[in-house]
């Protein structure tokens, strides 16, 4: 898929942060671009940017993407919209910090509804007609916290690691049906230092661990260019994460935990803020924000 042009994609949460940087991108390609999001403001405020830029066109509806009638029925709609799916990149994240057995269930059972449910949804809605014209890219945003965490980020690793596995067999069974059109990609970005998880305390050497980042649009470009373009089924954003997977696997797991707790993983969400406001990392929001 190195030409991008006339495609139609499909981004979940594409109204801020990592998606909208994607959808920008594949605007600027020549591609029309349907927005899944649960913050209207934001939605709005994503079609007028995305529209003033000219190339592709750009539908967007509200949805919550846990809600799996909600998702089919977009679907459909989408395939009304742009005459057919050839991209779906799942982006849209939830996350509640804090110790397993010191938050709510409910909020570990979320962040496993939206990061990991909501691509199964969106997936099985659209993976057939791709494998039927043996044509299409399906993109799982991950992250580097499917290979390491700390303290208080059980929900949220153990989602991110189900994504890669999902991504990662998938493929294998894609590939094993015959189809060689289709493929998966799995992306694993470091912690953006605004957006979602904003006020992260990173230590100098957490820093080698658990790469942040200031800048969206760094996992835009792997998205579109590494992902989409190159066909890579495994994305890394910075390309230090790339490291730490492999070295993951080669250290004792004794060893791993001692530096994982040496290098300040306990303190990483001594300052977290988050989105203030927003559903998907304040639990004071209500019903407003983004899933």
């Known amino acids: 898929m190195k030409n991008l042009r006339g495609k139609k994609a499909i981004v979940t949460g594409g109204a801020m942060g990592f998606g909208l940087a994607t959808c920008r991108r594949l605007v600027r390609e020549g591609c029309d671009v349907t927005i899944w999001e649960l913050n209207e403001s934001a939605m709005l405020e994503a079609k007028k940017e995305l529209d003033d830029m000219g190339g592709g066109k750009t539908f967007v509806y509200l949805c919550d993407v846990s809600d799996k009638e909600r998702v089919f029925e977009l679907a459909e709609q989408a395939k009304k919209d742009m005459g057919q799916v050839d991209i779906l990149i799942n982006n849209a994240g939830f996350f509640r910090p804090g110790k397993f057995c010191e938050i709510p269930l409910e ?5 496993m509804e939206v990061n990991v449910l909501a691509p199964f949804y969106s997936t099985y809605a659209l993976l057939p007609d791709m494998l039927a014209r043996d044509c299409g890219h399906v993109v799982n945003v991950a992250s580097g916290a499917s290979w390491y965490g700390g303290p208080g980020w059980v929900g949220y690793c153990t989602s991110k690691a189900a994504v890669h596995a999902f991504s990662d067999i998938l493929k294998i069974e894609i590939k094993g049906s015959g189809k060689k059109g289709v493929n998966v990609t799995s992306v694993h970005p470091g912690l953006a230092l605004k957006g979602m998880f904003e006020g992260l305390t990173f230590s100098r050497s957490m820093k080698l661990l658990w790469p942040p980042m200031e800048d969206h649009d760094l996992v835009a470009e792997g998205i579109v260019e590494d992902g989409l373009k190159k066909g890579k089924s495994v994305v890394c ?16 797991n004794s060893l791993w935990d001692w530096l994982v707790l040496r290098m300040g993983a306990a303190d990483l969400l001594k300052g977290y803020k988050g989105r203030p406001g927003m559903v998907h990392t304040d639990p004071d929001a209500g019903g407003k924000g983004t899933s």
């Open 107 to 111: 909020h570990t059972v979320r962040q």
């Open 237 to 252: 954003r910075p390309k230090s994460i790339y490291l730490m997977w492999v070295f993951r696997g080669l250290v004792p």
